[in-house]
């Protein structure tokens, strides 16, 4: 197949629960919607998340001056990232560079599996099989957090998530109590601190949810503070978990050699795509590193399927609202659609309606 277009486009999506942390309110989903055209009359579809809107418009520009210089160009993954990893050797392939990239990579991704007529999964040597999952919520409040975690529990989540880092660390275990009331004893309870605490902080209160059946501590610290992790890592029983702002595969390599991490979390986009998120799965295999994922749920339940050390996927639907058909969980577990390639397709009522 041959590239003929990509067109790309800006929605601010509503969320059904703004995702709040203890750095700041991420209050709508603001996404670029990618579609690639081929010569075979096939469209391979992806989306990458901006995190605010203020990146809506750079992102968009980006991707379509991308496409323009990829027309014409074999609508072929690997070959397009071996290309772009070169016109960006000089400017550095990272940030909004990096996640134009990804989403270029997993449209082309998608295209390549409607091509064959199978799921992504099945293209990749994987089975379509249910994926385990957490349902992950923010800094809700005790009342909203407190029913959500119900909720989470009454559909079948093995898992769920809760952003902390309140101002004090007793705020912090009163909240996770409340939960733990809630849910009772067989649901884990994983918290995420965003980044906000000190090494030394992160060591105190650590220790403290040592004591409250935490099943991990999500970026206690600056992310990129690998050494910051390691001495937080060292300090806990309980264990770190990190990856999620890792910026490709090289990032991911120096927090694993700094011993930053017992767990691996990295974000497809962030990451590179299905084509650097198979590089981190081969990397997480070869230090026996459980490998989760970070939202981006509709294509990594299929890069999931296929990771040798997968442990959860994380369910935080962004795109329910512009997508024909969300993804679907039963029982705690991811769905993956039985339909060619990751299954995506707009709602394009929505997407006008949302459209920036």
């Not at 296929?306 to 935080?316: D, G, I, Q, S, Y």
Request: proline share 5%; hydrophobic share 50%; aromatic share 4%.
């Amino acid at each position: 197949m041959i590239i003929t277009s990509l067109n790309a486009r800006a929605v601010n999506v509503p969320l059904e629960h703004p995702v709040r942390t203890s750095v700041g309110t991420v209050a709508t989903a603001p996404l670029v919607l990618i579609d690639i055209g081929t010569d075979a009359g096939l469209v391979g579809r992806s989306y990458v998340f901006t995190y605010t809107p203020l990146a809506l418009a750079a992102t968009r520009e980006l991707l379509t001056s991308l496409g323009a210089a990829l027309a014409g160009c074999p609508a072929a993954p690997a070959e397009i990232d071996r290309l772009l990893e070169g016109r960006f050797r000089l400017l550095g392939a990272t940030g909004l560079v990096r996640m134009a990239m990804a989403g270029i990579d997993m449209a082309l991704w998608d295209a390549a599996a409607q091509r064959l007529g199978v799921p992504l999964v099945e293209m990749l040597g994987g089975v379509r099989r249910p994926i385990p999952a957490y349902d992950s919520h923010s800094m809700d409040g005790e009342a909203l957090a407190v029913e959500r975690a119900a909720k989470a529990a009454g559909q079948g989540f093995a898992a769920l998530k809760t952003k902390i880092g309140h101002a004090t660390l007793a705020e912090d275990i009163r909240m996770v109590r409340a939960i733990r009331a809630a849910i009772g004893d067989g649901i884990q309870i994983l918290v995420d601190y965003n980044q906000s605490l000190s090494v030394s902080e992160a060591i105190r209160r650590g220790k403290a949810l040592e004591g409250e059946g935490v099943a991990w501590i999500e970026e206690p610290t600056r992310q990129e503070d690998y050494q910051g992790h390691a001495r937080i890592r060292a300090a806990l029983a309980l264990p770190v978990q990190m990856g999620e702002n890792w910026f490709g595969i090289d990032e991911m390599t120096k927090a694993l050699d700094a011993g930053a991490t017992a767990l691996a979390m990295p974000d497809a986009m962030k990451i590179g795509g299905v084509t650097g998120w198979l590089r981190a799965a081969a990397l997480a295999h070869s230090r026996g590193i459980p490998m989760s994922s970070h939202i981006f749920q509709e294509v990594s339940c299929h890069l999931m399927a296929v990771t040798p050390t997968a442990h959860l996927l994380e369910r935080m639907d962004l795109a329910a609202p512009i997508l024909e058909q969300p993804l679907r969980f039963e029982a705690g577990c991811a769905v993956i659609p039985d339909l060619p390639g990751t299954g995506m397709r707009w709602n394009e009522a929505a997407v006008e309606r949302y459209a920036v």
